[in-house]
């Protein structure tokens, strides 16, 4: 038995999708009421593995992969591509994050850097905090497709068509959104507006969605069949698995879709180019390593919060008694340290 367990972050911004009115009805139905607090995020136990991210289409997506015969890897790439339409307010392949993971074969834990740099024309001195929140500029090179699909060709086993298949299929279909994503929608309606290709998507007639509505993005969808293509043509010459998410990974960052990047900046006035696009490539480095009270803490040595921050203050507070300070974020800091462990995936 192999139990898959895989840790990746993913940036960009928003705030995280819940269920907590549907949890406290099913709460509700099924049991007496009790001083017990709603949990929206409940243990999961699972016997062959599992999988769990900020939305459930996503949770699906792994799992198919899984239930195929895939590993951690091919799970975690169909969720990467899958949570841009569960979580678009959060998360997309756009975005930038890091992978940590344990090698079993070889006895060492890597780290995937998969954040891209800002456009090189970009001048610093010009951006205000608030262009740099949001609009054409505040945005820098995709990180996280790269970082999916050099995780697929260094641990993977499966085709990019098969993992791309449940977002391909969702951005195409549609599926119904629920109300945090249609109230986040709502809320930054003018900045959607902006964009018409955006608007288009997400504010159909001018309107927000709203919850049930389906959300449709075929833009989204005829990228990703594009990468199945470049794999497809790159297979059928002969190249093998490895060969065919080059192929992907080269449109995307060198081909037509960076081409496509350019001129969407350029006719929107921002400055990144296809020259930045290409100059990407994510970064496998040794990672950050401290230990805290006999567990072995790592961290992607590119991150600041969530990083080597993290483990700084793990040495920083491991001779103190944190249970006894009496104070909320004393405790949340002792749990949250408490829970840092090393990510294994069999492999």
Do not use: C
Not at 138 to 146: H, M, Q, S, T
Not at 201 to 215: E, M
Not at 239 to 258: E, S, T, V
């Amino acid at each position: 038995m192999k139990i898959l367990r895989f840790t990746l972050s993913l940036s960009a911004l928003g705030i995280l999708i819940g269920l907590p009115t549907i949890l406290a009805q099913q709460q509700a139905a099924e049991a007496p009421a009790t001083d017990r607090h709603v949990q929206t995020r409940p243990a999961v136990a699972g016997l062959h593995g599992l999988v769990t991210t900020g939305h459930p289409i996503a949770s699906s997506a792994g799992l198919q992969m899984l239930l195929k015969g895939g590993n951690a890897f091919d799970a975690a790439a169909a969720v990467g591509a899958m949570i841009a339409l569960g979580e678009p307010e959060m998360n997309g392949i756009g975005g930038n994050g890091f992978a940590t993971l344990y090698d079993k074969k070889t006895g060492t834990v890597v780290s995937l850097a998969m954040a891209g740099a800002a456009p090189k024309a970009l001048k610093p001195a010009e951006m205000t905090p608030e262009m740099l929140n949001a609009g054409i500029n505040a945005g820098i090179v995709p990180g996280n497709l790269g970082g999916y699909l050099y995780l697929l060709e260094r641990y993977g086993t499966m085709r990019l068509a098969d993992v791309l298949a449940p977002a391909i299929e969702y951005a195409e279909k549609g599926y119904p959104i629920d109300p945090l994503l249609a109230d986040d929608i709502n809320r930054g309606k003018a900045n959607l507006l902006k964009y018409p290709t955006t608007a288009r998507i997400y504010l159909p007639g001018g309107q927000p969605l709203r919850a049930g509505d389906l959300l449709k993005n075929p833009d989204y969808a005829t990228t990703l069949r594009k990468l199945v293509d470049s794999e497809t043509q790159a297979t059928a010459k002969g190249g093998n698995r490895a060969a065919g998410i080059r192929a992907a990974f080269d449109r995307f960052y060198k081909g037509d879709i960076a081409q496509e990047f350019d001129r969407f900046f350029t006719a929107n006035g921002g400055v990144m180019r296809a020259s930045d696009l290409a100059a990407y490539e994510p970064r496998w480095e040794t990672p950050l390593h401290t230990t805290y009270r006999g567990y072995d803490v790592y961290s992607n040595a590119s991150t600041s919060r969530g990083g080597f921050e993290v483990l700084m203050q793990a040495n920083l507070v491991e001779g103190l008694d944190l249970k006894t300070f009496g104070s909320g974020s004393a405790k949340a800091l002792h749990a949250e340290i408490e829970a840092i462990k090393i990510a294994k995936a069999d492999i």
